[in-house]
């Protein structure tokens, strides 16, 4: 018997041995060190079933390896607004060079890995056109904003084990300052501008798709008043009282940020309908008489105690028989495994908050004093997900 063959049967042996470990752990051990194994490798390319798994399994490694390299390509094409350039039809790469003031060599470059990436497609002879995904990010303006908003994070990831292990200022944490729950409450417009309105912005680019799902999932025909806490510029509840026309909407937020929220209202002639309350979520009780109180990726951000803090707010603040409405990312998504891996990773950065699992969210909503608690099914899990709560 060759060594391969001696070391796979005392593997086996060792499976169904040893009762310190359970079943599962000593089988899960023999995977572990089957897959180390160079030669287990060599032996299952053979295999014309087992090649087709291992192949796949390599691609899911390189893409873990090469990520990074993928969203800097994305983020190249956003910040030359190469999908604006392609949008009315093929150009050449000398074109697209001049337009972006791009050495042609290097936008050649660029083309060819935005095509593997399904960005950019080839149209013929050093042509170009919108590959699937570039047209895609075309029709939702948030991605572009996410993307450019993304470099903060990219500069902090450049050492993750001191992002993980320190929790020294970072360039999320600066942006986000205004955000901070010890930072004061008598913030003025002045005070703290380019952050609050920033911010704002950027959510409200990046908010259109969350906001149209939520609105087709949340039960609102029957209510009467919304009360959306943290919500910024006004955007949600805007979309909501469109939606709804018999719905009256208020929004609370900071000082810094209500401006913002009564603009928008004007702008879209919503002024008999909406209003804003400026406050402290974590040190102020919210503006009562509402039926339903939202919170729409705010929670999120924010860590345990500060969560148990706003909804037992909204708990004493909310009608009785009203019901309360959390959309945000959640961990543990199965449809998308990957967005618990940025959230935890940006809201490390951001040095507050994390993604929680329906689990969770659940306990809290019961300890504040909310029942029937369940999830609604929207139809991006990636993006939102959807949970509501009696009062």
Known sequence: MDNA??????????????SHKTLSERILGLRD?????????????????LRTIARRKARR???????????????ACVKLELFELLAQGARRTSELAADTALPEDAMRCLLRAATELELVAAAGDDNWRLGELGAASRGNPGIAAMVRHNQLLYRDLCDPIDLLAKRAETEVSKYWTYGSATSPVNDTKD????NAGAYSDLMAQS????????????????RHVLLDVGGGSGFFATQALKKHKHLRAQVFDRPTVAPLAQRRFSEEDLEGRASVVSGDMFREELPGGA??????????DHDDDQIRLVLSAARR???????ILIAEPLAE??????????????????RSGRPRSKGELTGFLEDAGFGEVREIATYQPLLVRLMVASA
Do not use: C, K
């Open 5 to 18: 063959r001696l070391e796979r049967s005392s593997e086996l042996a060792a499976v169904t041995s040893g």
């Open 33 to 49: 060190r089957w897959l180390a194994n160079p030669e287990f490798h060599r032996r299952i390319l053979r295999i014309p079933f």
């Open 61 to 75: 490694l390189f893409d873990l390896a090469a990520g990074f390299s993928y969203s800097q390509v994305l983020a």
């Open 191 to 194: 005070s703290l501008p380019d």
């Open 207 to 222: 908010q259109s798709f969350v906001a149209d799902d939520v609105l087709a999932h949340a039960p609102l025909a029957n």
């Open 291 to 300: 039926d339903v109180i939202s919170f729409v990726r705010v929670l999120h």
């Open 317 to 323: 603040a909310i009608s009785e028989g009203g019901m």
């Open 333 to 350: 998504t199965r449809h998308s495994p990957g967005v618990g891996v940025y959230f935890h990773l940006y809201l490390r950065a951001m």
